[in-house]
């Protein structure tokens, strides 16, 4: 079957006079039927996603990645999609017209991966991360007795052998730099198996399970090592494939994962403007806190004041309980009852890949559990420059921005909302220009709405970030339909995103295998014209907390389904 073009699904043949005259809501129950078959074989396909969401009925079961199973998969997903487009959005509720869209641009995304992205054929870490993730889910969180979570492991780490088996039949268009990203990790992932997952089980007394899980646990080290060997031998030598999409399949993945689907020329000029933009907003606000040095030094100086390791979470702790009371008092978004994030430290297993992150149960999730916002503290054993070097990324302004974005009013408080999103749908599936383009506009709503009563200094960092993931944006496009290289994107991220180099080849290689982040800024964009949108609509109704509580109560659909659900239409303009 021939791939579902991304750019023409979302529009339904004419109905016919007979549907025509169907009153709305009349096709809703057969759609949600249909929506929750679609739901139950993504869970069956993907447990490790389904245990991380919170649905527990799979987690013995191991990811299948063979080649019969991808393929059974796309032909599922064609077939889905067929009968979605056959569904007559007149016949719908406006909810339920916007989880079909929805689901038609997921199954479009899921066929393009699968059928012409090909990832798996591609890059090496597909399946050495899926391996290391199959058991972070089941250990990350207590949703069941210890004894329960590791049985299931024990069944997972039973397949990964022969998981990882698979990769050596199907990576038949290796990409030298993701083949050197997998092998730079391995040995990270089997210190993780050796050192973390015990770990992760040590209340465990039943010695024989123990024993079994010391057995299976070696397995997959020993599959690890040799898939590393593999790749060093075989794959490396012949990996001449290219990581870069081209212009017509990024296109095809921008309008199925985002509904985006403006010519990619107009939205590199739309990149770059708003990163002049904030450029220029950087250098003011440099020569606010010290005309005397250059912008790149006046950050240098900033990053220097910092808590010490010790302070760090306490330090944390505080600056959430304050953000929060500034959305309180200046009625920024309404806040459902609930704990206050806590902080704590990023577990050992979190920490080589994450220095801040939220950890949040899964919105199917029975067990209540915490939410925690864990924070990677320097290595002890490092030396005190090392640690004080550490210590500049956790500068006061940099960790304000960035609970901002991880905490309040952003990913913590979408996952206080996403147990009652309108619909299943919404909670499995969701657009990355929503969700990370909620919390990147949340950094600059909030200083934009006077928090830290105007201190250039946390203007700063706002614009340090803003001007990363605007480097993200024009990186995303150049290095996949342009022709730039990951050495020219390292340049770009040193010179026009103000990062260190270390980072920005960190940032540079990301852009590699995430060809379309820059929906950090492309949400960011869109989220603040719907607002003006939104406002001109409301008239004299308009509050911001009214704005931000309607968006966020409808889950993280593309963004101009939420134009849809709040304005009436998706025929404004996104951007401008």
Same mark, same amino acid.
């Given at each position: 079957?021939a791939?579902?073009?991304?750019?023409?699904?979302?529009?339904?043949?004419?109905?016919?006079? &007979?549907?025509?005259?169907?009153? &709305?809501?009349?096709?809703?129950?057969?759609?949600?039927?249909l929506?929750?078959?679609?739901?139950e074989?993504r869970?069956?396909?993907?447990?490790?996603?389904?245990?991380d969401l919170?649905?527990?009925?799979?987690?013995?079961?191991?990811?299948d990645?063979?080649?019969?199973?991808?393929?059974?998969?796309?032909d599922?997903?064609?077939a889905?999609a067929?009968?979605?487009?056959?569904?007559?959005?007149?016949?719908?509720?406006?909810?339920?017209?916007?989880?079909?869209?929805?689901?038609i641009?997921?199954m479009?995304?899921?066929?393009? /991966?699968?059928?012409?992205?090909r990832?798996?054929a591609?890059?090496?870490?597909?399946?050495?991360?899926a391996?290391?993730?199959?058991?972070?889910?089941i250990?990350?969180?207590?949703?069941?007795p210890?004894?329960e979570? =590791?049985?299931?492991?024990?069944?997972?780490?039973?397949?990964?052998?022969?998981f990882?088996?698979?990769?050596?039949?199907?990576?038949?268009?290796p990409?030298?730099?993701?083949?050197?990203?997998?092998?730079?990790?391995?040995?990270?992932n089997?210190?993780?198996?050796?050192?973390?997952?015990?770990?992760a089980?040590?209340?465990?007394?039943?010695?024989e399970?123990?024993?079994?899980?010391?057995?299976?646990?070696? %397995?997959?080290?020993?599959?690890?090592?040799?898939?590393?060997s593999?790749?060093? *031998?075989?794959?490396?030598?012949?990996?001449?494939?290219?990581?870069? #999409?081209?212009?017509?399949?990024y &296109?095809?993945?921008?309008?199925?994962?985002e509904?985006i689907? #403006?010519p990619?020329?107009?939205?590199?000029?739309i990149a770059?403007?708003?990163?002049?933009?904030?450029?220029?907003?950087?250098?003011?606000?440099?020569?606010?806190?010290?005309?005397? *040095?250059?912008? @790149?030094?006046?950050?240098?100086?900033m990053?220097?004041?910092?808590?010490?390791?010790?302070?760090?979470? +306490?330090?944390s702790?505080?600056?959430l309980?304050a953000?929060?009371q500034?959305?309180v008092d200046?009625?920024?978004?309404?806040?459902?009852?609930?704990?206050p994030a806590?902080? +704590?430290?990023?577990?050992?297993?979190m920490?080589s890949?994450?220095?801040?992150?939220?950890?949040?149960?899964?919105?199917?999730?029975?067990?209540?559990?915490?939410?925690?916002?864990?924070?990677t503290?320097?290595?002890?054993?490092?030396?005190?420059?090392?640690?004080?070097?550490?210590?500049?990324s956790?500068?006061?302004?940099e960790?304000?921005n960035?609970?901002?974005?991880?905490v309040?009013?952003?990913? !913590?408080?979408?996952?206080?909302?996403?147990?009652?999103?309108?619909?299943?749908?919404?909670?499995?599936?969701?657009?990355?220009?929503?969700?990370?383009?909620?919390?990147?506009y949340?950094e600059q709503?909030?200083i934009?709405?006077?928090?830290?009563?105007?201190?250039?200094?946390?203007?700063?960092?706002?614009?340090q970030?803003?001007?990363?993931?605007?480097?993200r944006?024009i990186? %995303?496009i &150049?290095?996949h339909?342009?022709?730039?290289?990951?050495? @020219?994107?390292? +340049?770009?991220?040193?010179?026009?995103?103000?990062?260190?180099?270390?980072?920005?080849?960190?940032?540079?290689?990301?852009?590699?295998?995430?060809?379309l982040?820059? !929906?950090?800024?492309m949400?960011?964009?869109?989220i603040? +014209?719907?607002?003006?949108?939104?406002q001109?609509?409301m008239?004299?109704?308009y509050?911001?907390?009214?704005?931000? /509580?309607?968006y966020?109560?409808?889950?993280?659909?593309p963004?101009?389904?939420?134009?849809?659900?709040? =304005?009436?239409?998706t025929?404004?303009?996104?951007?401008?």
């Amino acid at each position: 079957m021939a791939v579902l073009p991304a750019c023409q699904t979302s529009t339904s043949s004419p109905a016919t006079p &007979a549907t025509r005259t169907a009153a &709305a809501g009349s096709g809703d129950p057969a759609f949600r039927a249909l929506a929750g078959a679609i739901l139950e074989d993504r869970y069956t396909r993907h447990p490790s996603a389904a245990t991380d969401l919170g649905i527990h009925k799979y987690d013995a079961v191991m990811d299948d990645m063979t080649q019969a199973a991808i393929t059974a998969e796309a032909d599922a997903l064609n077939a889905f999609a067929a009968r979605l487009i056959g569904i007559d959005p007149a016949t719908l509720t406006l909810d339920a017209q916007l989880d079909r869209e929805q689901l038609i641009r997921a199954m479009d995304a899921g066929i393009l /991966d699968n059928r012409v992205i090909r990832r798996w054929a591609k890059d090496p870490d597909v399946y050495s991360s899926a391996v290391t993730n199959a058991a972070y889910v089941i250990m990350k969180r207590k949703f069941a007795p210890a004894e329960e979570r =590791l049985r299931a492991l024990v069944e997972r780490e039973k397949k990964i052998p022969a998981f990882l088996g698979e990769a050596r039949k199907s990576l038949d268009q290796p990409v030298k730099i993701f083949t050197e990203i997998a092998i730079e990790q391995i040995d990270g992932n089997v210190a993780f198996f050796r050192n973390d997952v015990p770990a992760a089980f040590n209340e465990v007394k039943d010695k024989e399970l123990l024993a079994e899980f010391a057995q299976t646990n070696s %397995g997959v080290m020993l599959a690890l090592a040799s898939y590393k060997s593999w790749l060093q *031998k075989d794959v490396l030598p012949r990996a001449s494939g290219s990581y870069a #999409l081209g212009a017509e399949v990024y &296109a095809k993945a921008l309008a199925a994962n985002e509904m985006i689907e #403006l010519p990619l020329d107009e939205l590199s000029k739309i990149a770059e403007a708003n990163r002049q933009q904030n450029e220029a907003a950087f250098q003011a606000t440099a020569r606010q806190i010290d005309a005397g *040095k250059t912008p @790149d030094a006046v950050l240098a100086a900033m990053e220097r004041e910092h808590p010490k390791p010790s302070e760090l979470l +306490k330090t944390s702790q505080d600056a959430l309980d304050a953000i929060r009371q500034f959305i309180v008092d200046k009625s920024i978004l309404t806040i459902p009852p609930s704990d206050p994030a806590r902080v +704590k430290e990023t577990p050992p297993f979190m920490r080589s890949t994450s220095s801040a992150s939220m950890d949040t149960p899964g919105p199917f999730e029975p067990a209540r559990l915490e939410a925690f916002y864990n924070m990677t503290l320097p290595d002890p054993r490092g030396s005190a420059a090392a640690q004080e070097d550490y210590m500049k990324s956790w500068y006061y302004a940099e960790l304000s921005n960035v609970s901002v974005h991880e905490v309040y009013p952003g990913h !913590y408080i979408q996952f206080l909302y996403a147990k009652s999103y309108p619909s299943d749908v919404r909670k499995v599936y969701g657009a990355s220009s929503n969700s990370e383009g909620w919390a990147h506009y949340a950094e600059q709503m909030m200083i934009d709405e006077g928090f830290h009563a105007g201190d250039p200094k946390y203007r700063l960092a706002q614009l340090q970030d803003a001007l990363l993931r605007n480097v993200r944006f024009i990186a %995303g496009i &150049a290095m996949h339909t342009k022709g730039m290289t990951v050495e @020219d994107a390292t +340049k770009l991220f040193e010179t026009q995103g103000h990062q260190p180099h270390a980072i920005s080849v960190q940032e540079a290689k990301r852009g590699a295998g995430d060809p379309l982040y820059g !929906y950090y800024t492309m949400g960011k964009l869109m989220i603040l +014209k719907l607002r003006r949108d939104y406002q001109t609509k409301m008239g004299s109704a308009y509050s911001l907390q009214k704005f931000h /509580d309607a968006y966020i109560k409808l889950g993280p659909l593309p963004l101009p389904l939420v134009r849809k659900a709040l =304005l009436g239409d998706t025929s404004g303009a996104l951007f401008n």
